[in-house]
T-cell receptor, first 113, second 117 residues
Framework: AQSVSQHNHHVILSEAASLELGCNYS??????LFWYVQYPGQHLQLLLKYFSGDPLVKGIKGFEAEFIKSKFSFNLRKPSVQWSDTAEYFC???????????FGKGTMLLVSP | DAGVIQSPRHEVTEMGQEVTLRCKPISGHNSLFWYRQTMMRGLELLIYFNNNVPIDDSGMPEDRFSAKMPNASFSTLKIQPSEPRDSAVYFC???????????????FGPGTRLTVL
């Protein structure tokens, strides 16, 4: 079965610092990839997704992610974080033929002002 | 579009009581998912439905948990009897279904925060 690994459980950054959150999946076939964000006390919302085409995907709020097939990775990046980016970030993968998403454990990002 | 609607938003109950959580998916979506989120275990898929039919309930923790989807616009998750370890946030999500064999993105509801005393 496929799995998703998010390397960092907690990340603490100062405002304006650059962000990169790691995500690796284990599945050799074709996948769709997602990053979701959960702000404190709220539900999961989609940040960005990769289905096909350009492996560099741009999402909302200045976030982007790069799909590197050879590394089975889909890392999330933002050049300059803001205090309002404080949230938990989840990477998820969908495998062709399956209706479900497999989520990583999440990375809690705390941005200090 | 109202999004996925869940009720109640908060539920506090005593151990042994029956709890029913409700979900209305986005109109036109044919897949519905129930998740549980806790600090210790993260986000867990409990069960999902395609076209109102339960497809995989292997994530349901035990027989105390049951889920139904009587029609395309309503689903329930029931815990009977409830226990303190069931305390968690329960999310419902819906999806337009599959495209080209792949699942589309899931849209999450606001969740129900359940506390069992």
């Amino acid at each position: 079965a496929q799995s998703v690994s998010q390397h960092n459980h907690h990340v603490i950054l100062s405002e304006a610092a650059s962000l990169e959150l790691g995500c690796n999946y284990s599945y050799g076939g074709t996948v769709n990839l997602f990053w979701y964000v959960q702000y404190p006390g709220q539900h999961l919302q989609l940040l960005l997704k990769y289905f096909s085409g350009d492996p560099l995907v741009k999402g909302i709020k200045g976030f982007e992610a790069e799909f590197i097939k050879s590394k089975f990775s889909f890392n999330l990046r933002k050049p300059s974080v803001q205090w309002s980016d404080t949230a938990e970030y989840f990477c998820a993968v969908n495998v062709k033929g399956y209706s479900t998403l497999t989520f990583g454990k999440g990375t809690m990002l705390l941005v200090s002002p | 579009d109202a999004g996925v609607i869940q009720s109640p938003r908060h539920e506090v109950t005593e151990m042994g009581q029956e709890v029913t959580l409700r979900c209305k998916p986005i109109s036109g979506h044919n897949s519905l998912f129930w998740y549980r989120q806790t600090m210790m275990r993260g986000l867990e898929l409990l069960i999902y439905f395609n076209n109102n039919v339960p497809i995989d309930d292997s994530g349901m923790p035990e027989d105390r948990f049951s889920a139904k989807m009587p029609n395309a616009s309503f689903s329930t998750l029931k815990i009977q009897p409830s226990e303190p370890r069931d305390s968690a946030v329960y999310f419902c999500a819906s999806s337009p279904g599959t495209s080209g064999g792949f699942s589309n993105e899931q849209f999450f509801g606001p969740g129900t925060r359940l506390t069992v005393l």
